[in-house]
């Protein structure tokens, strides 16, 4: 089993910066890949971003250039870097671990493991 935890959300304004971080606890999070999702109000939970073992990274299109993540293996933590946050970031972020499969790094079905979430909130 792999607990995950969120922080670092908060309320920031437009155009400012946060920075997420999901520590792992349990068995050893560095054979998984980790993504970010993130959920507005009346929405679907949506891919963000994510990152395989070897450090291959993917992100939505709409995050590109602002968004960063990254991880520490020997600290089993994953991060999120947030530049330039928009009011149409404001959801609550997931972080999500799961086994790589070619094509599927986007979707949810490929994560086992998933935090409670942090809000994240930008004011404009």
């Known amino acids: 089993q792999v607990r995950l935890v969120e922080s670092g959300g908060g309320l920031v304004q437009a155009g400012g910066s946060l920075r997420l971080s999901c520590a792992a606890s349990?068995?050893?999070?560095?054979?998984?890949?980790m993504g970010w999702f993130r959920q507005a109000p009346g929405k679907e939970r949506e891919f963000v971003a994510a990152?395989?073992?070897?450090?291959?990274?993917y992100y939505a299109e709409s995050v590109k250039g602002r968004f960063t993540i990254s991880r520490d293996n020997a600290k089993k933590t994953g991060y999120l870097q947030m530049n330039s946050l928009k009011p149409d970031d404001t959801a609550v972020y997931y972080c999500?671990?799961?086994?790589?499969?070619?094509?599927?790094?986007?979707?949810?079905?490929?994560?086992?493991?998933w935090g409670q979430g942090t809000q994240v909130t930008v004011s404009s």
């Open positions: 999500a671990g799961g086994v790589y499969y070619s094509d599927s790094i986007y979707k949810e079905q490929m994560y086992r493991y």
């Open positions: 349990g068995r050893t999070f560095s054979g998984y890949a």
């Open positions: 990152i395989r073992t070897g450090g291959i990274t």
